[in-house]
């Protein structure tokens, strides 16, 4: 089953009530939370972004994918552990060296929150391979993170093909999340190698409808 989650980082507004609602209703599968620090990446979401997910915590139960791109991956997951959302996703390239990605790991499962990790377009995949056995997710960006409205780069189709493989060989029971340019056609690329999780901004929030928009992406 291919699951969407709705980045909120086109909506650039205060008040989002409304959009949540209407976005539940399109049957979105998750909101995805894009935290910026101005120093992983050069903007500053951090405010918005704790915005946003109170009021998503208040008004519905559409689980939350958090995504940080941030330096100081405790600090940040501390904030969002205590929110309780249901999964929160850091970068491989935050972190020195492997005990502190084995430390966020285990520092956000022990809190019963799901673990993802995250890589650059630039980064190679092997890097990821050594945590496989503890995470939930790989989330595979399809653009430089940093801002929504970018296209995708062609040369993740093989990346996400090569994780598919790996896991399946080795038995590693992974979600494969894909963040950047998703729209109707490269989302059908994405899932044909065998991504099972939608991240996609600008495409549903500037449709017309989103629940049309929703659709499309799964198909
Ligand atoms: C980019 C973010 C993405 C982005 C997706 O740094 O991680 O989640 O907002 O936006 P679109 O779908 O517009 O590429
Ligand atoms: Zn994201």
């Known amino acids: 089953m291919v699951e969407i989650a709705t980045s909120l980082l086109s909506l650039e507004k205060e008040d989002i ?9 399109a049957g979105t599968n998750y909101f995805h939370i894009d935290v910026m620090d101005g120093k992983f990446v050069k903007r500053d979401t951090t405010e918005i972004m704790r915005k946003y997910t109170e009021t ?23 904030a969002y552990i205590d929110m309780e959302v249901k999964n929160i996703t850091f970068h491989i390239e935050s972190c020195k060296n492997e005990t502190e ?47 929504g409205g970018q296209q995708f780069i062609p040369e993740t189709i093989e990346k996400i093909r090569e994780l598919n493989k790996f896991a399946y060989e080795n038995n590693y029971d992974i979600n494969i999340e894909v963040d950047g340019g998703m729209n109707e056609k490269t989302a059908k690329e994405v899932i044909e190698v065998g991504a099972n999780m939608i991240v996609a901004g600008s495409y549903i929030i500037h449709s017309q409808n989103y629940k049309e928009a929703i659709e499309s992406l799964k198909k």
Not at 56 to 78: C, F
Not at 113 to 121: C, D, E, H, R
Not at 126 to 147: A, C, D, N
């Open 17 to 25: 009530v409304q959009d949540i609602y209407n976005l539940e209703v």
């Open 56 to 78: 998503i915590k208040q008004i519905t139960s559409i689980p939350i994918d958090v995504h940080l791109m941030v330096k100081d991956v405790e600090a940040y997951s501390k």
């Open 101 to 147: 990605i084995l430390k966020h790991i285990s520092n956000i499962k022990e809190n019963n929150i799901q673990v993802g990790l995250s890589l650059k377009p630039q980064t190679p995949l092997e890097t990821i391979y050594p945590y496989l056995p503890y995470i939930h997710r790989v989330l595979v960006m399809s653009v430089e993170p940093g801002e």
